[in-house]
């Protein structure tokens, strides 16, 4: 008999965002691997072709919107042997089964920044041990309560996991399974360089210096400072793909500083697409206060571009300095400016994507795949 799972979701493709993505890629592969699979999200939309149950709660006001999650959860409480719990504040009363949660980021900080209760710009590793209002040290609390609740975490990062160690949860709960994804269709096939054919196909000049950075744009992806540090690269062009509540002050403070001719913004780009622009550019920037473990460098690395990002949250895990990339202290304007001038030395770009296959063996689907269903059977 297959093991009974069930999946307690905020969002579910097609949104966009990490879970949803994660959730839809990964699931068919838990159903081969024995795991009968039903999962309930907030949203609206089709719930017809997926190979599993489906329920979508609409977001409407709030107390109706739990009340109606909570009826739809409630008997797939006590059919699950498992519960795989994907955000928190989830009404999910009832029930004998253990519970395993997913954890890619802090969500009491998140929240905090989407209400401005405190600064767009807070560091999340200071918000982990600084004092706020009785608002944001409720949601911290909160945050930390029902953390400790759960029978297991799986985080995607070391990073990620000594985040949650300092909210109190034990050490031996806590399971580190690196994300991954699967080998994108829409590569150029090559067995060299695939910048020529990708710029030729999106029609980019053939000899421009192109640094792109992919990204929702909200203030800690650091895409400002990109901007900022571009007048010392003359003639490096950053191309932004990626839509966001920053967009239009970005473009006002591209022009305001003399590069609007250097700077493209894609606005929201397919995935397909968006992995021709990463083979088409000399490096992929990621130049963010916080990162758990991000898809976009994985992506990155599998398109064969070299990186250029923080030495915050989870890059050093992926991003080896001098080897596949370069990491640049965050915040350091002078120093990235410095980075991305010394990334386009002679050679340095091609010294650098030689090794970008180094250590990507730690990002396979298949053994994500793997080390998550052998984690959550641990606990049935």
Known sequence: MPDKLFIAAGIFHPESGGPATYLHEVLPAFQRD???????????????????PLTR?????????????????WPLLRWADLVYVHTLDLPLFGGRAKRVVKMVGDQAWERAIRKGWIPPTEDIDAFQTCSYGGVVMA???????????MDGVIVPSQY??????????????IHVVYNALPLGQSLIPTSGDARPAARARLGLPPDEPIVLTAARLT???GVDHLISALPRVPGVRLIVAGEGETLPALRQQ?????????VTFLGKVSREQLAIYMQAADYLALYSGYEGLSHTLLEGLLAGTPLIASDKGGNPEVVQHGV????????????LAATLESAFQPGKRAQLAANVALGMERFVFSRMVQETSATLRAYL
């Not at 024995?34 to 599993?52: F, H, I, K």
């Not at 949601?139 to 400790?148: E, G, S, V």
């Not at 990620?160 to 709960?173: A, F, H, N, T």
């Not at 591209?254 to 250097?262: D, N, Q």
């Open 139 to 149: 949601q911290k609390a909160a945050r930390a309560r029902q953390m400790q609740a």
């Open 254 to 262: 591209a022009a305001t500083s003399g590069v609007a001719g250097r």
């Open 160 to 173: 990620l996991k000594r985040l949650v160690m300092g909210w109190g949860v034990p050490e031996d709960r």
């Open 34 to 52: 024995d795991w009968e699979v039903r999962v309930v999200t907030y949203g609206a939309g089709d719930t017809a072709g997926y190979p599993y």
């Open 324 to 335: 596949n990339g370069l990491l640049v202290p965050y915040v350091d304007v002078e120093a």
């Open 57 to 73: 709660i609409p977001r409407r006001a709030l107390p109706l919107r739990w009340a109606h999650y909570g009826l739809a959860a």
């Open 219 to 221: 203030p800690w992806k």
